[in-house]
Each structure stands twice: as structure tokens, then as C-alpha cells.
């Protein structure tokens, strides 16, 4: 079976209308709100719930159980559920290809999302603050509101005070929006002149972990009339910006079109053209104006296209197989957030002799890449007042990842059949970008793999098998690709995915000197391998003792780890290299094996030394 190998567009899409809150008396709900770091709407992020029983995930009830909703206008509810125990995850569009595959859901459970357990006819109300980028969520800060059945249905919790948020539809809730918000306005060329057939969209302002500003893509997009008129339906409540894009992307094909009239020579005789512009007359979406839509239509929100000097990039790829000559040179924005948001991207065809010429470029820094089966290559260039000499792109080979499975649980390894919906290893780069390239194989009956993948990476590996198996490990080069992607290399000989039948669990009881729970203490649960110490690795884990002084970890990869607890250990505690270092003297070895749950007990020593480093990298004289 030839591996799956396919281009990604990275595109956010927007979430529907919530749906009607329609229950069933002995069902369970959750409904409830989500909003960024800045206070807005969680526009463009879905609620996905699913079961706990990790069975579930691949049975005849999948379809049923598994559930997946948008979040609109903030808020969300999800209905119909089951008594028992659920988990609560928020994820991207782009989080969930291949839907409902179960390895979606062992992944999305491995992020340690929220667990819910339901009685029969209760209602949840969780609120969530998140942190939000083209192509993940966080989940800042999280409260879950549980009521009792009785009063749930009666929308009140003792002392008359309304225990969850409205749902749409159930009584006693606020009214949703009489119809849907729309934008609407026209769409005219430098002259005033009125364009027809261009592609309008709007674009909502997200903020990455880093604090970056980024735009994700919010709802379906619309083309103008023969009078330039648009009109984008369907928006919830928030804020936008609007753009008209000159160029448009056939998803048939693969190449991009010019939707704006051509080129033409301006008053000094250079070639002048029409560019992606958002409302405001500006080509840059952090100069945009902003729309805000309530639940009326926003008329006149006009786009004149800005008219700019353009110019030609041509190049070639000596060397270049027959077989990719059906692939593209892709011409993207240097800046990653605007590589995700499609802004300004163009695809060109090869040419039968390996050449390529993209049009009408203006002024800016871009990253001309290529990628196929037969090799990958990439290069940065800038366009600055003129067209750029020709670039010859020098193609570079694939990497092959061979390797091997190990089923690691208290059941029986299961039979491998060669199936790629089955049993399958992933390569995909960390950081998905167009052009980029992802590639399923399968795996042989004997638990090996061969796996090639073209692109500059860095790579993860990851594994798939039917449930309950779920992955633990893709190691590559000494080093977990889960959390550690793996750079380009000639080859890889060494992966290792490993496979568990439940997730690890660990249980930390601090006690004090005297013996007594230790209550509200830092605990850090950290890899004895530096290389894992980031914010980023499932290796590294930060907790806080509960009332009965334990605190609980999960999803642990199989290792050896160190664990430490004190009350100068923030449970938020931003994790670098020097702050676990600086814990490492006082914290107590132990071992976790792939699926394993276990315990350790912890008494708080004093730090080596009088000073550690805290979150901020201040230095600070405290001993636990």
C-alpha cells in the first residue's frame, strides 16, 4: 500500500449555530462559556466531549457519544449525554483531521482535558478562559459549576441564585440573537470602479501563547456581484476584520488564480497592481479596521483594493523527476502567522523543464518553497523595488524514518493486519504550514515500519491502533517526537512508537514533618533527561496538593523522572532549564512504565541552596 501523502491547507474554519437544547430527562448536559485572553469570544475553537471509556472511542455507539460542537458567540452546550464519566477538551479546526479518528481522542486526552462525571439528568456549566493560535488552544483557566438534577431542571441553585449559564432554548434563558450577523458592502478597484467575482472573508484577532497577535478565518467566505456587492452571513457576536483577496486558491487544482484585473503600467511606466486589501485601505491585517457585529447586519463596510508596484519572481529546480512536475512552488509571506492565514500565498505549476515564473509579487519578504515525494526545498528571498534575479531552488531528499511498534500493556498485544485505517504511522511537521506535507503508512504484520517524508520538518511521529490502544511514545534519535520533534535527517533507523492500553497515572503524597498532609504545596514532576525541561513536554508536569495533601499526574510517558514539592514551587511556574535544574538536588527519583499507576511519597526538603530562581527569573530567598 503506497503511503498517504498529502498539502495542507491551514485553514480555520468558523463554528455553525449552537445548536437547539433539546434533552432527554434521564440525559446530562454541559453547556457553558468561552472567551480568549483579551475577554472576547472563542471564535473559531469547538467544544469536542467524549467518553472517558477509551473503548467507546472506536465502538458501534461512536457516532452517538462522541461529540463535537462549535462555540457561538462564546457560549456552548452539549446535550444528549449519558450518566458516567466524560472529558472536556477545546481544539482548532485544524486539531481534528481525519474526524472521529480515535487517535484524535488519545491525543486530546493526553492534553489533560476536563472530567465531568454526570448523574442521571445533571447539567455542568463550565467557563473557560483560553489561549487561542491557528493551530492550538490552551486552556488558561477553567471553572465547572456542578448542580443537582432537581435543580438544574428548575434553573436554580439554593438561595434562588441561577446556578449555570443560560442554554439556548431552556427555560428561563436570554433570547439568542433574532438572526445571525452579517457584513455586507461593496467591492471596487483603484478607480471606484465596481469588481465582480472577488473573493470577500472575515478574520477574527486571536493571541497566541507567545502574546503574538494572529488572525484566524471565521466563517464562510462570499464573492462580489457584477456590482462588487458582498454580503458574509452567519456571524456571531464579535469583532472582525474584512479583506478582499486578489488572489484565490481552486482546491481542484491546487494552483492559485488572480481574481482582480491584471497588471498595468502606471505613470511612470512600472507595473502596477491590485493587492489583497481590508477594509480600512490597508494591506497589512494589524493596520485593519475593526467590524463589530452584534446581531443586525454591518452595511457599507466598502474595500477600495490598494494599487501597488509589483514584479515577477522565475526560477527552476535543476534535477527534478518527471513524476513532480505535478507539484507546486509555493510562494508564501517569511511570517508564520500570515503563512497559516493563507494571506498573500501562491501555488505555481512546474513547468515541463523544471522552471516557474509567479506574477504580479509587490514588495515584501517571502518563503519560496517546494515539496514532493521525490525531495523537498525551500528558500527565503525578498522582493524590494524590483524583480529579484532568477532562483534556482536545490532539491533535497526525503527523510526515511524506519522502526518498529511495541504494545506495552496488561492485555495481549493485538493481531497487526495491513491496514492504514487500522494500524498506521504518522510523520507530519510540528508546525504545519502550506505546502507542508504529512504521510500515513502502514505497518507490517511483524510491528516494523518504513516511512518517507519530504520537507524541512522538525517531525513527530505518531502512531495509530484501535482502542484501546492508545500512543505513549515516537521516539526518533534518542528523543520523544511528542515532545521533541526531530529535525530533517538522511535517515532514521532507531523509531520506536510505543503503544499502551491506558494512560499512566501517578499519585504524589506530600506530608510535612509531622506527618500530616501538606496542603496547597507546589509539586513538579520533571524528566531526568534536560532536554525535556520546557513548558511544551508531557515530561514536565506541574501540580498543587489538594485538601488530603496528594496531587495527580497522568499521561506520563514510560522513563525515569524526579519529583519535588514545596511551597516555593508555583503550581504556574513558567518551566525552563535553570528553574527544574535548580530542583533537582532535593527531588526523589522513581521509574513510570507505559500504562502504569503508582504512588510516591514526598517530604518537602530545603533547597540547596538560600536562593532559587522563581517563575520570573528573580532570585528570591525563600526555603520550602
Same mark, same amino acid.
Given at each position: 500500500?503506497?503511503?498517504?501523502?498529502?498539502?495542507?491547507?491551514?485553514?480555520?474554519?468558523?463554528?455553525?449555530?449552537?445548536?437547539?437544547?433539546?434533552?432527554?430527562?434521564?440525559?446530562?448536559?454541559?453547556?457553558?462559556?468561552?472567551?480568549?485572553?483579551?475577554?472576547?469570544?472563542?471564535?473559531?475553537?469547538?467544544?469536542?466531549?467524549?467518553?472517558?471509556?477509551?473503548?467507546?472511542?472506536?465502538?458501534?455507539?461512536?457516532?452517538?457519544?462522541?461529540?463535537?460542537?462549535?462555540?457561538?458567540?462564546?457560549?456552548?452546550?452539549?446535550?444528549?449525554?449519558?450518566?458516567?464519566?466524560?472529558?472536556?477538551?477545546?481544539?482548532?479546526?485544524?486539531?481534528?483531521?481525519?474526524?472521529?479518528?480515535?487517535?484524535?481522542?488519545?491525543?486530546?486526552?493526553?492534553?489533560?482535558?476536563?472530567?465531568?462525571?454526570?448523574?442521571?439528568?445533571?447539567?455542568?456549566?463550565?467557563?473557560?478562559?483560553?489561549?487561542?493560535?491557528?493551530?492550538?488552544?490552551?486552556?488558561?483557566?477553567?471553572?465547572?459549576?456542578?448542580?443537582?438534577?432537581?435543580?438544574?431542571?428548575?434553573?436554580?441553585?439554593?438561595?434562588?441564585?441561577?446556578?449555570?449559564?443560560?442554554?439556548?432554548?431552556?427555560?428561563?434563558?436570554?433570547?439568542?440573537?433574532?438572526?445571525?450577523?452579517?457584513?455586507?458592502?461593496?467591492?471596487?478597484?483603484?478607480?471606484?470602479?465596481?469588481?465582480?467575482?472577488?473573493?470577500?472573508?472575515?478574520?477574527?484577532?486571536?493571541?497566541?501563547?507567545?502574546?503574538?497577535?494572529?488572525?484566524?478565518?471565521?466563517?464562510?467566505?462570499?464573492?462580489?456581484?457584477?456590482?462588487?456587492?458582498?454580503?458574509?452571513?452567519?456571524?456571531?457576536?464579535?469583532?472582525?476584520?474584512?479583506?478582499?483577496?486578489?488572489?484565490?486558491?481552486?482546491?481542484?487544482?491546487?494552483?492559485?488564480?488572480?481574481? +482582480?484585473?491584471?497588471? @498595468? !503600467?502606471?505613470?511612470?511606466?512600472?507595473?502596477?497592481?491590485?493587492? /489583497? =486589501? #481590508?477594509? %480600512?485601505? $490597508?494591506?497589512?491585517?494589524?493596520?485593519?479596521?475593526?467590524?463589530?457585529?452584534?446581531?443586525?447586519?454591518?452595511?457599507?463596510?466598502?474595500?477600495?483594493?490598494?494599487?501597488?508596484?509589483?514584479?515577477?519572481?522565475?526560477?527552476?529546480?535543476?534535477?527534478?523527476?518527471?513524476?513532480?512536475?505535478?507539484?507546486?512552488?509555493?510562494?508564501?509571506?517569511?511570517?508564520?502567522?500570515?503563512?497559516?492565514?493563507?494571506?498573500?500565498?501562491?501555488?505555481?505549476?512546474?513547468?515541463?523543464?523544471?522552471?516557474?515564473?509567479?506574477?504580479?509579487?509587490?514588495?515584501?519578504?517571502?518563503?519560496?518553497?517546494?515539496?514532493?515525494?521525490?525531495?523537498?526545498?525551500?528558500?527565503?528571498?525578498? +522582493?524590494?523595488?524590483? @524583480? !529579484?534575479?532568477?532562483?534556482?531552488?536545490?532539491?533535497?531528499?526525503? /527523510? =526515511? #524514518?524506519? %522502526?518498529? $511498534?511495541?504494545?506495552?500493556?496488561?492485555?495481549?498485544?493485538?493481531?497487526?493486519?495491513?491496514?492504514?485505517?487500522?494500524?498506521?504511522?504518522?510523520?507530519?511537521?510540528?508546525?504545519?504550514?502550506?505546502?507542508?506535507?504529512?504521510?500515513?503508512?502502514?505497518?507490517?504484520?511483524?510491528?516494523?515500519?518504513?516511512?518517507?517524508?519530504?520537507?524541512?520538518?522538525?517531525?513527530?511521529?505518531?502512531?495509530?491502533?484501535?482502542?484501546?490502544?492508545?500512543?505513549?511514545?515516537?521516539?526518533?534519535?534518542?528523543?520523544?517526537?511528542?515532545?521533541?520533534?526531530?529535525?530533517?535527517?538522511?535517515?532514521?533507523?532507531?523509531?520506536?512508537?510505543?503503544?499502551?492500553?491506558?494512560?499512566?497515572?501517578?499519585?504524589?503524597?506530600?506530608?510535612?514533618?509531622?506527618?500530616?498532609?501538606?496542603?496547597?504545596?507546589?509539586?513538579?514532576?520533571?524528566?531526568?533527561?534536560?532536554?525535556?525541561?520546557?513548558?511544551?513536554?508531557?515530561?514536565?508536569?506541574?501540580?498543587?496538593?489538594?485538601?488530603?495533601?496528594?496531587?495527580?499526574?497522568?499521561?506520563?510517558?514510560?522513563?525515569?523522572?524526579?519529583?519535588?514539592?514545596?511551597?516555593?514551587?508555583?503550581?504556574?511556574?513558567?518551566?525552563?532549564?535553570?528553574?527544574?535544574?535548580?530542583?533537582?538536588?532535593?527531588?526523589?527519583?522513581?521509574?513510570?512504565?507505559?500504562?502504569?499507576?503508582?504512588?510516591?511519597?514526598?517530604?518537602?526538603?530545603?533547597?540547596?541552596?538560600?536562593?532559587?530562581?522563581?517563575?520570573?527569573?528573580?532570585?528570591?530567598?525563600?526555603?520550602?
Amino acid at each position: 500500500m503506497r503511503p498517504i501523502c498529502r498539502a495542507l491547507l491551514m485553514t480555520m474554519l468558523a463554528g455553525g449555530v449552537a445548536s437547539a437544547w433539546v434533552q432527554n430527562p434521564a440525559a446530562g448536559s454541559i453547556r457553558g462559556t468561552a472567551k480568549d485572553s483579551t475577554g472576547a469570544s472563542a471564535g473559531g475553537v469547538v467544544v469536542v466531549v467524549f467518553p472517558e471509556d477509551e473503548t467507546r472511542w472506536s465502538g458501534p455507539d461512536r457516532a452517538s457519544v462522541v461529540k463535537r460542537v462549535p462555540i457561538t458567540a462564546g457560549r456552548f452546550a452539549v446535550s444528549d449525554l449519558a450518566p458516567g464519566n466524560w472529558l472536556l477538551a477545546f481544539a482548532t479546526e485544524a486539531m481534528l483531521t481525519d474526524w472521529p479518528d480515535p487517535a484524535i481522542l488519545a491525543r486530546l486526552k493526553a492534553r489533560k482535558p476536563m472530567r465531568i462525571t454526570l448523574a442521571p439528568g445533571q447539567q455542568v456549566g463550565v467557563d473557560a478562559t483560553l489561549t487561542i493560535s491557528e493551530s492550538d488552544v490552551v486552556v488558561k483557566d477553567a471553572m465547572m459549576l456542578q448542580s443537582r438534577p432537581e435543580l438544574v431542571r428548575s434553573g436554580t441553585t439554593p438561595g434562588g441564585r441561577t446556578g449555570l449559564p443560560p442554554a439556548a432554548g431552556s427555560a428561563g434563558a436570554a433570547p439568542p440573537p433574532a438572526a445571525p450577523g452579517v457584513i455586507s458592502g461593496r467591492v471596487t478597484d483603484a478607480d471606484g470602479k465596481p469588481l465582480a467575482g472577488i473573493q470577500v472573508r472575515s478574520m477574527r484577532r486571536a493571541v497566541n501563547p507567545n502574546g503574538q497577535v494572529q488572525f484566524i478565518n471565521s466563517g464562510a467566505s462570499a464573492r462580489t456581484d457584477a456590482d462588487g456587492r458582498y454580503r458574509l452571513t452567519n456571524r456571531t457576536p464579535d469583532e472582525y476584520v474584512v479583506l478582499a483577496e486578489a488572489y484565490s486558491i481552486d482546491l481542484a487544482t491546487g494552483t492559485t488564480s488572480r481574481d +482582480v484585473p491584471s497588471a @498595468s !503600467p502606471g505613470t511612470d511606466g512600472a507595473m502596477a497592481g491590485n493587492l /489583497t =486589501t #481590508f477594509h %480600512g485601505g $490597508v494591506t497589512d491585517q494589524r493596520a485593519a479596521s475593526v467590524v463589530r457585529v452584534a446581531r443586525d447586519e454591518v452595511a457599507d463596510i466598502n474595500i477600495q483594493l490598494a494599487r501597488r508596484p509589483v514584479f515577477n519572481v522565475t526560477g527552476s529546480i535543476p534535477g527534478l523527476p518527471l513524476t513532480s512536475m505535478q507539484f507546486w512552488v509555493v510562494l508564501m509571506p517569511l511570517e508564520s502567522r500570515e503563512q497559516l492565514s493563507t494571506l498573500n500565498v501562491r501555488r505555481i505549476a512546474i513547468t515541463d523543464n523544471g522552471t516557474f515564473s509567479i506574477t504580479e509579487v509587490p514588495d515584501g519578504e517571502y518563503l519560496l518553497s517546494f515539496n514532493s515525494p521525490s525531495g523537498w526545498a525551500e528558500t527565503p528571498m525578498r +522582493v524590494a523595488g524590483r @524583480s !529579484p534575479d532568477a532562483v534556482v531552488l536545490t532539491l533535497r531528499p526525503p /527523510t =526515511t #524514518f524506519k %522502526g518498529r $511498534v511495541e504494545f506495552r500493556g496488561s492485555i495481549a498485544a493485538p493481531t497487526i493486519v495491513r491496514d492504514v485505517r487500522e494500524f498506521a504511522v504518522e510523520l507530519a511537521p510540528a508546525q504545519r504550514t502550506i505546502g507542508s506535507s504529512m504521510i500515513r503508512t502502514v505497518i507490517q504484520p511483524d510491528g516494523t515500519f518504513t516511512a518517507t517524508v519530504s520537507g524541512p520538518g522538525p517531525f513527530q511521529v505518531r502512531g495509530l491502533a484501535p482502542a484501546p490502544w492508545i500512543q505513549a511514545s515516537g521516539i526518533a534519535n534518542g528523543a520523544d517526537t511528542l515532545d521533541l520533534p526531530v529535525a530533517a535527517d538522511k535517515g532514521i533507523e532507531d523509531t520506536l512508537v510505543i503503544f499502551t492500553d491506558r494512560p499512566s497515572a501517578l499519585l504524589v503524597r506530600v506530608k510535612d514533618a509531622a506527618d500530616q498532609p501538606l496542603i496547597g504545596a507546589g509539586v513538579i514532576v520533571f524528566s531526568e533527561e534536560p532536554q525535556y525541561w520546557s513548558s511544551r513536554s508531557r515530561r514536565v508536569q506541574l501540580g498543587q496538593t489538594t485538601s488530603g495533601g496528594t496531587a495527580t499526574f497522568s499521561n506520563l510517558p514510560p522513563g525515569r523522572y524526579f519529583v519535588v514539592a514545596g511551597r516555593d514551587i508555583a503550581p504556574n511556574a513558567a518551566i525552563t532549564p535553570d528553574f527544574v535544574a535548580a530542583l533537582k538536588a532535593r527531588a526523589i527519583p522513581f521509574e513510570m512504565i507505559a500504562g502504569e499507576s503508582k504512588s510516591v511519597d514526598v517530604r518537602p526538603r530545603p533547597p540547596a541552596l538560600a536562593c532559587l530562581p522563581t517563575h520570573s527569573g528573580a532570585l528570591l530567598e525563600r526555603c520550602s
